[in-house]
């Protein structure tokens, strides 16, 4: 445990705004910038692309396989974060997973709520299909609601009965916009990133009065049956930390595999701190090494 490393972390936290407590245009740009604060590599290649009139970005490290994706969700509660603040995140589980990754801007909240992200994401998945990439050679990603995103697809997917891919890869995800969970009142005097007010005021603009308990909004309370294998990582300071757990528990009940890392010490997506925290950098590589045993 790199306790040196987590302290100075989370004196840093302990200095900004809780999420969704500032307008939007200034939480948008506070969540770029400092994502962009860690520089991609200049080893990865970085190549922009149009996802069926959706922006994507490939990013590629050395030795990725040409036939394996990640496709990736950022996380932001549905109204801010984008490829660049989480370009080196997804950079960083190409170069581990062997895999390429291709990230997508999905539309956002309020301008685009609900169902719009689920809709970026599904066609995301269905054009890589029609790019020749073959469902098992495919995993979609996603961090917070990106997490919660990627569980909401793959269970839109299996609705529409099409091809599901190798995996679901779930950081810290966000599936229930109830906010009724235990751990969100339990959990807030811990949690250094994410208080319950400013996350539920962001679910309100994706939710646009829609039922939080709809499946494919709050994808928790979705059965499981039939779905890939899921990696699930959370931290113990999460107010989300329900979600998480929820979804191995009811998934591994009715035999999905599922891989799961709970680090009683982090924060929420501890992952994107890679440069800063050694923990952060072995818990991608976790994720990599999941992913090169499914693709294999």
């Given at each position: 445990m790199s306790q040196q490393q987590l302290d100075k972390i989370l004196a840093i936290f302990a200095k900004q705004p809780s999420l969704g407590t500032l307008s939007l245009e200034e939480d948008r740009a506070n969540l770029d910038e400092g994502g962009?604060?860690?520089?991609?590599?200049?080893?990865?290649?970085?190549?922009?692309?149009?996802?069926?009139?959706?922006?994507?970005?490939?990013?590629?490290?050395?030795?990725?396989?040409?036939?394996?994706?990640?496709?990736?969700?950022?996380?932001?509660?549905?109204?801010?974060?984008?490829?660049?603040?989480?370009?080196?995140?997804?950079?960083?589980?190409?170069?581990?997973?062997?895999?390429?990754?291709?990230?997508?801007?999905?539309?956002?909240?309020?301008?685009?709520?609900?169902?719009?992200?689920?809709?970026?994401?599904?066609?995301?998945?269905?054009?890589?299909?029609?790019?020749?990439?073959?469902?098992?050679?495919i995993a979609i990603g996603g961090d917070s609601a990106g997490g919660g995103l990627t569980l909401a697809t793959l269970v839109n997917l299996r609705a529409n009965k099409d091809p599901l891919p190798a995996a679901g890869v779930l950081i810290s995800p966000w599936a229930d916009l109830t906010g009724e969970s235990e751990s969100v009142k339990s959990r807030a005097e811990s949690d250094p990133m994410i208080q319950p007010d400013g996350l539920y005021t962001l679910g309100a603009h994706y939710l646009n009065g829609e039922d939080p308990t709809n499946m494919l909004v709050s994808p928790m309370f979705a059965n499981m049956n039939g779905l890939p294998p899921l990696c699930i990582h959370v931290g113990g300071r999460e107010i989300l930390y329900d979600d998480a757990i929820t979804i191995a528990n009811k998934a591994s009940h009715v035999g999905v595999k599922v891989t799961l890392l709970d680090e009683p010490e982090m924060f929420h997506v501890w992952h994107a701190f890679a440069p800063m925290l050694e923990e952060a950098q072995e818990a991608v590589e976790k994720i990599g090494a999941f992913l090169k045993d499914i693709f294999k």
């Open positions: 962009a604060r860690f520089k991609v590599p200049e080893d990865v290649t970085l190549k922009p692309v149009d996802v069926d009139g959706v922006p994507g970005e490939w990013l590629i490290a050395p030795g990725a396989s040409d036939d394996k994706v990640v496709l990736y969700l950022h996380g932001g509660g549905y109204a801010i974060g984008s490829i660049t603040s989480h370009r080196y995140l997804m950079q960083n589980i190409s170069r581990h997973s062997g895999a390429k990754t291709l990230g997508i801007n999905y539309r956002l909240a309020p301008e685009n709520p609900f169902p719009a992200a689920l809709d970026d994401a599904t066609t995301a998945y269905r054009w890589l299909l029609a790019q020749g990439y073959k469902p098992e050679n």
